[in-house]
């Protein structure tokens, strides 16, 4: 039903669709459905309750994911129950030692050492724009975005995220996400 839909990163779909077998859910990534997939051993019932929108989120404005909800889901963004977002965190990371390829500080580097930097802070910048937009349409929507506690939570997209009405930061030393097969990981910090 529209009521138990959900758009979602990979990991946070497959959880959802395990835990719910009346939910079905929309994936939108650049990669394709296989690259998706094929690291995951998915029930047959939950693979076939996953939709898939191949997109670079650069493109997902509001206006786009209404689009995708309509065509995937049949359903409007504000009947979600859940959105969830999982931006890339290879730029952002501080598990260089101190000295970040892709950044200084929260700055991209200059020339090609911080062209995925630059383009890591679009994708974040149009995707947390757009699940700020569908927090002040869908208010019964639950909207988490997760990333490795690093330089992400203190970039502009997160900060003007987190100064919009109802959003919060958590920080956690796991991943509520994680397959049950998959190791525990109890010094790994996600916000």
């Known amino acids: 039903s529209a009521a138990t839909t959900a758009i979602s ?3 946070h779909l497959r959880s959802k669709l395990l835990r719910d077998p009346t939910a079905i859910g929309l994936a939108i990534d ?3 459905e296989d690259e998706l997939l094929t690291p995951l051993d998915l029930p047959a019932d939950v693979r076939s309750r996953i939709r898939f929108a ?3 989120c650069t493109l997902l404005d509001y206006k786009r994911l209404k689009q995708l909800c309509r065509e ?3 359903c409007t963004p504000d ?6 977002a999982s931006p890339p965190c290879t730029t952002f990371s501080d598990a260089h030692h101190g000295n970040n390829p892709h950044r200084i500080r929260l700055t991209p580097r200059a020339g ?3 062209d995925l930097a630059r383009a890591h802070d679009k ?4 995707v947390l724009e757009t699940l700020r937009e569908l927090s002040r349409r869908a208010f019964r929507t639950v909207i988490s975005v997760e990333n490795p506690h690093n330089k992400w939570v203190h970039s502009a997209p997160v900060r003007r995220l987190l100064g919009s009405s109802g959003w919060f930061a958590v920080t956690a030393d796991h991943c509520s ?7 525990l990981f109890p010094r790994k910090r996600s916000t």
């Open 177 to 183: 996400n994680r397959a049950t097969d998959d190791p």
């Open 112 to 114: 090609p050492e911080g």
């Open 30 to 32: 650049i990669l394709g």
């Open 123 to 126: 994708l974040n910048s149009v």
């Open 54 to 56: 191949s997109l670079d």
């Open 9 to 11: 990163t990979i990991r």
């Open 72 to 74: 995937h889901l049949d």
């Open 79 to 84: 009947q979600l129950s859940t959105a969830h």
